[in-house]
C-alpha cells in the first residue's frame, strides 16, 4: 500500500522538537507538502493562535507544524516521525468531517470533566497543575459547594456521558461517595482519576464502589524501578498501587491503567504494563501517554523527552507483533468510520487497538484489514453523497465479520451500551483495549484538531461553558484564572 511503501526506518529521537526560524512567513522554506492550513499557538505565548500550516517535508519524511508569528517570528514544530502515519490519518479524518471544527456540545459527551477540590497529598513532577505555584491564586480557587456540583451534574442529565469529578486529587474531598452518587443518579457514569493512596483504605473504596463508581484510572509509570517512580510521583508508589488494583479486582470494578512516558527515561520494556494489563481481568483499558511539556513538567524534564503519538505506536509495535503500527493505522480509520457514523467526536491524538487477552485471534485476522482497507475507502467516497446508504454498507460487512465473535460486539458499541445502562463491568473481557495518547501542548497544539476533542473541561454555567481538556492544560494560571472568575460570577448571580 502506497503509504506504508513510504515509511521509513527511523533512529528514536533525542533532539528537541521546536526549531526557531527568523524572517518573514514569505522565508519559510521547506520541501515537502502542504497537508493544510489551520491555526496554531505562539510557543512564547499560548494564549496567542497564530497562522499556521501543516506540512510534510520531504527530506526527513515527517510531518512538521509550520507557524507565523507576527512577534516572534516563523517556528515549526514536529507533529509525527513518521509523516505517512500522519498524512493518511488526518486526510480520511477530514474527508469523513469536513464541517465546523466546534461541535454540538452533546456530541462531546463522551467525557465531561470538573473540578471538584483544589487539595492533594501528592505533588507529583508530571502535574500541570502547578499547586505550589501562585499559591495565593490557587488558595483563592473554592471547591465548588455539593449544591453546586448537584446543579452542574443535572444540566447533563440523561446525556449517558463518563464525568470526571476531577482534582487536584478527588479523594481528598470527604463528600466524594456523594458526588459519585449525585453522577449515578443523573444517568451518567462517574470515573474516578486517583493516585490511589486512599483507596488502599478498603472500606472507603467500597463505599465508592457502592455509591456508583464505573470506573478508575490509575497511573503505573515503572515496574520495580524507583527511581522512575521519583522523577515521575515525587514518591516510591509501585506497591500501594498495587494494593488498589488487588481491591478493584476484589470489588469488580474496571481499571484504566495508564503509563506516563518520557524519552529515554522509561519508553523501554513496553510489554511490561501488558503483561501486567493482561493478569487483571478488570484492567479494561491500557493507556500508553507521553508526558507533556506543561505545568511543573519542565522544571523535571524537557522538550526532548516528549514522544509523539507515532512513535509510541511505532516503538509498541517493535516490541510486540501484536501492536502492529499497521493494524494500528488500520483500526483508526474504522473507529473515524464509526464515530462518523455515530456522530461522536475522536482525538486525532489518541490511537487504538484491541488485543486478544488470551486464545482469542487477533482483530486483525478477525476484521482481514487487508479486505477492510478498501471498503473503508469506499465509505468515505460515497459518504458526502450517500451517507446512510454508505453506513449501511460498512455495517454490514461488520456485521457478517463479527458474527461468530458477539464478544467483539462491544468494542463497537460501547456508546450504545451505555445508553442502555449497560455496566462496563459486564462487558466481555476477551480482548484488552491498547490506547496511545498524548495530549497537545503549546508547541503541536492544533486549533482544529484539539476543538474535535472527545475530552472537554466544564467551566460551571450552562453545558456550553467549556473547553477542550488538551487547550485547559496548556497554563496552569490562565486554567485558574478562569476557575476563579466562574466562581465569582457564580457568586453573584
Not at 454498507?393 to 451500551?417: E, I, K, M, N, T
Not at 481538556?469 to 490562565?478: A, E, P, Q, Y
Request: aromatic share 10%.
Amino acid at each position: 500500500m502506497l503509504y506504508f511503501g513510504l515509511v521509513k526506518a527511523v533512529e528514536a529521537a533525542r533532539s528537541l522538537k521546536n526549531q526557531k526560524e527568523p524572517g518573514s512567513a514569505a522565508s519559510l522554506n521547506h520541501s515537502g507538502r502542504l497537508l493544510r492550513r489551520c491555526r496554531a499557538l505562539c510557543s512564547d505565548r499560548p494564549e496567542v493562535e497564530v497562522e499556521a500550516e501543516l506540512v510534510l517535508d520531504d527530506s526527513d519524511g515527517a510531518a512538521w507544524l509550520h507557524k507565523h508569528c507576527p512577534e516572534h517570528g516563523l517556528e515549526r514544530a514536529m507533529v509525527a516521525r513518521s509523516g505517512w502515519y500522519l498524512e493518511g490519518l488526518d486526510d480520511y479524518y477530514y474527508r469523513l468531517n469536513p464541517g465546523p471544527s466546534r461541535p454540538d456540545p452533546r456530541r462531546l459527551s463522551g467525557h465531561v470533566l470538573y473540578l471538584t477540590t483544589m487539595r492533594c497529598n501528592f505533588r507529583c513532577p508530571v502535574c500541570f497543575l502547578e499547586l505550589d505555584r501562585e499559591k495565593e491564586l490557587t488558595e483563592s480557587i473554592e471547591a465548588p459547594s455539593l449544591d453546586q456540583i448537584r446543579e452542574l451534574v443535572g444540566r447533563f442529565r440523561g446525556w449517558r456521558a463518563e464525568i470526571f469529578p476531577l482534582g487536584a486529587e478527588p479523594t481528598m474531598r470527604p463528600e466524594l461517595p456523594e458526588i459519585i452518587a449525585l453522577i449515578r443518579r443523573s444517568g451518567n457514569y462517574p470515573v474516578l482519576v486517583s493516585n490511589g493512596e486512599r483507596l488502599r483504605d478498603a472500606r472507603f473504596f467500597r463505599c465508592l464502589v457502592d455509591a456508583g463508581l464505573s470506573k478508575l484510572v490509575l497511573s503505573i509509570d515503572a515496574l520495580a524501578d524507583p527511581q522512575v517512580e521519583q522523577q515521575f510521583r515525587g514518591r516510591q508508589v509501585e506497591r500501594s498501587k498495587f494494593q488498589v488494583l488487588e481491591l478493584a479486582r476484589k470489588f469488580g470494578l474496571p481499571v484504566q491503567l495508564e503509563r506516563c512516558m518520557a524519552r529515554g527515561i522509561n519508553d523501554d520494556d513496553l510489554n511490561a504494563h501488558l503483561r501486567l494489563a493482561r493478569g487483571f481481568p478488570m484492567v479494561h483499558n491500557l493507556v500508553y501517554r507521553s508526558y507533556l511539556d506543561v505545568g511543573s513538567c519542565s522544571s523535571s524534564f524537557s522538550r526532548e523527552h516528549q514522544l509523539l503519538p507515532d512513535e509510541i505506536v511505532e516503538a509498541l509495535g517493535r516490541a510486540n507483533p501484536e501492536l502492529a503500527m499497521r493494524d494500528f493505522y488500520v483500526f483508526q480509520k474504522l473507529l473515524y468510520a464509526l464515530c462518523r457514523i455515530t456522530g461522536m467526536p475522536r482525538c486525532h491524538r489518541t490511537q487504538a487497538l484491541f488485543v486478544p487477552r488470551d486464545a482469542a485471534p487477533p482483530l486483525a485476522e478477525v476484521l482481514d484489514f487487508e479486505t477492510l482497507e478498501p471498503i473503508l475507502e469506499r465509505f468515505a467516497e460515497d459518504t458526502p453523497a450517500k451517507p446512510r446508504r454508505a453506513a449501511a454498507s460498512l455495517l454490514a460487512w461488520l456485521g457478517r465479520r463479527l458474527v461468530h465473535r458477539p464478544d467483539l460486539l462491544y468494542v463497537f458499541g460501547l456508546q450504545g451500551l451505555r445508553r442502555f445502562s449497560y455496566p462496563e463491568r459486564h462487558y466481555p473481557n476477551s480482548y484488552l483495549s491498547v490506547c496511545v495518547s498524548s495530549l497537545y501542548d503549546a508547541a503541536t497544539y492544533h486549533a482544529t484538531g484539539v476543538w474535535r476533542c472527545h475530552s472537554v473541561w466544564h467551566h460551571g454555567g450552562k453545558p456550553e461553558d467549556f473547553e477542550p481538556f488538551c487547550k485547559v492544560i496548556l497554563d496552569s494560571s490562565r486554567f485558574k484564572r478562569r476557575l476563579l472568575h466562574y466562581q465569582q460570577s457564580a457568586g453573584r448571580s
